[in-house]
């Protein structure tokens, strides 16, 4: 278990922050929820940019919600759309994009829309995990 | 068609000749009648392009050698093939004999004995004729291999998509095996990996395959079918399928007589047209395929935002393009009809802005001896 930041509890156990990973292939939603459930973090799954939205919006996730790590290529809300909903709603949610298209126009205008790091898949376990611990601290930033 | 404005004047020998102006009319009541002798690669480049000719009606080809290339493609494309390049000679119904023979004596005989009315070319100048055609060919070939080059750099997009998923799941897969220590999970988890790495390789083989220039095979009896599946494949890579609804309704057995390698460019091109159609809000892509008395018809159609009405015919020109500069090369389309003419099928394309496009392809049965 790494350190514990965000103080959230689900169930009886500490989490160091819950994650929602937002892809369209149930297999790398299968293994990043494995890598960061390894880092003591709570994983939520969504599909699509829609599914995120309904999901962050379902009751207690609105409040639990620490960091969003999305997909770009996905059907029904795509990535990008999904990102602006967030950003324009969630503003103190951190994300953290996760795609299969290295793209360097794309990954600067995520970034000037306030991503916090912008990530090419396949990604290794331990660097995805700093990642989501850098964002957990501006998270935590955020709140002061 | 028949009236006064189309009766050719008399030029000074007393032949009849069409006023240039009314060529195309002309040309429909009275076709030219040509006679090919020499299946070699010669006549075979001829008879290639003068089929394609609607003016152009080519009443034999004859060789000396029955076992010429140019034989068995005419008969593939059902014109007559004379055993005795005589009888050609001394058809009343030829107006042109074009001698790719490159046999003096052929020459000499054509000129002592051919009706007084048919011209004829030959020697150098049909050599030069043959040469320019196979120039054209050649050209049209490399045209051909550019667009679908050019097309394939739209995939880069679904390509990495499609490979760097299963590469996601290797990583993280392989990072929990070195610490794994449940034997189930670890035989699990290394089968999965195999499936995932599997799964790639299929990608780069299905690209490498389409990439590759269009194999100069003779022509042989495609099913259409199997190639539509083959399409939609290739199609992911190039346009997002996400909230398209795929309906096939083919029927079974519908062949043409093609290179497979070009029908499947051609199905490509339409499918991903078809699927950026309906980039905004989906819609339903529904391929079809079924008989009729002579030959079988090849519908694509979409549901997507159109084709402006004003634009309709001009989308099978060359370097037209609705697309934003730099995403399309304007080919794709006039590929594909140059294609299908090839093919002795025809084209048709109806569309409504908002409602959607259908392209209708009708191919006329492959004829037999086919493979």
């Known amino acids: 278990m790494g350190e514990f930041t965000s103080g959230f509890f689900i169930g009886d156990q500490p989490t160091n922050g819950r994650v929602l990973v937002v892809d369209d292939e149930a297999d790398v939603r299968k293994v990043v929820r494995m890598t960061l459930q390894k880092a003591g973090y709570d994983v939520l799954e969504a599909e699509n940019g ?68 912008y990530l090419v898949k396949p ?15 501006q998270r935590e930033l955020a709140h002061l | 068609m028949e009236g006064k404005a189309i009766v050719p004047p008399l030029h000074p020998g007393g032949h009849a000749v069409p006023p240039l102006t009314d060529r195309a009319v002309v040309s429909k009541l009275a076709p030219t009648k040509v006679a090919i002798l020499g299946a070699g690669r010669g006549g075979t480049a001829l008879l290639d392009l003068l089929h394609l000719i609607p003016s ?10 029955p076992g010429a290339p140019g034989l068995s493609r005419a008969k593939n494309l059902r014109i007559p093939v004379v055993d005795r390049l005589e009888e050609l000679v001394y058809n009343h119904g030829v107006n042109l004999i074009m001698d790719v023979t490159g046999d003096p004596e052929v020459e000499r005989f054509v000129q002592l004995h051919k009706r007084p009315e048919t011209e004829v070319l030959s020697g150098s100048a049909a050599r030069l004729l043959w040469e320019l055609v196979r120039h054209e060919a050649n050209l049209q070939a490399e045209l051909f291999h550019a667009e679908k080059l050019a097309g394939i750099g739209s995939f880069a997009a679904g390509v990495a998509h499609d490979i760097n998923n299963p590469l996601q799941l290797i990583m993280g897969l392989a990072e929990n095996l070195s610490e794994e220590t449940d034997l189930k999970t670890v035989r699990e988890q290394a089968h999965e990996i195999v499936e995932a790495v599997r799964r790639t390789s299929a990608i780069c083989r299905d690209l490498t395959q389409y990439a590759r220039k269009t194999s100069a095979r003779d022509e042989t009896v495609v099913y259409l079918n199997n190639r539509l599946d083959e399409a939609l494949k290739i199609a992911r ?47 339903t892509l529904t391929l079809t395929t079924e008989h009729f008395s002579d030959g079988v018809t090849l519908r694509i159609s979409d549901t997507g935002c159109g084709i402006e009405p004003q634009v309709l015919d001009q989308i099978f020109e060359p370097f037209f393009t609705t697309k934003e500069p730099g995403k399309g090369t304007g080919l794709g389309l006039y590929n594909v009809k140059a294609i299908v003419t090839k093919m002795r099928g025809k084209i048709d394309v109806d569309s409504r802005v908002d409602c959607g496009t259908t392209f209708t392809i009708t191919f006329p049965s492959p004829s037999e001896g086919s493979t």
Request: aromatic share 4%; proline share 4%; charged share 25%.
């Open chain 1, 123 to 137: 990604v290794e376990g331990e660097k995805l995990r700093e990642s989501v611990a850098r964002a957990m601290e």
């Open chain 2, 56 to 65: 152009v009606e080519i009443v034999g080809i004859s060789d000396r050698d």
């Open chain 2, 237 to 283: 890579y190039a346009a997002s399928f996400h909230d398209i609804n795929v309906r096939q309704e083919y029927e079974d057995g519908a062949a043409a007589r093609g290179n497979p390698d070009e029908i499947l460019h051609i199905l490509v091109n339409l499918i991903t047209n078809a699927v950026q159609a309906m980039e905004q809000g989906g819609g």
């Open chain 1, 50 to 117: 829609e599914k995120a939205i309904e999901t962050i919006n379902s009751g207690e996730n609105r409040l639990l919600l620490d960091v969003l790590i999305c997909d770009i290529r996905m059907p029904k809300i795509n990535g990008v759309e999904a990102i602006a909903y967030f950003r324009a709603n969630y503003p103190r949610v951190p994300v953290i994009v996760l795609t299969g298209f290295p793209d360097a126009d794309m990954a600067t205008s995520m970034l000037r829309q306030g991503v916090v790091d």
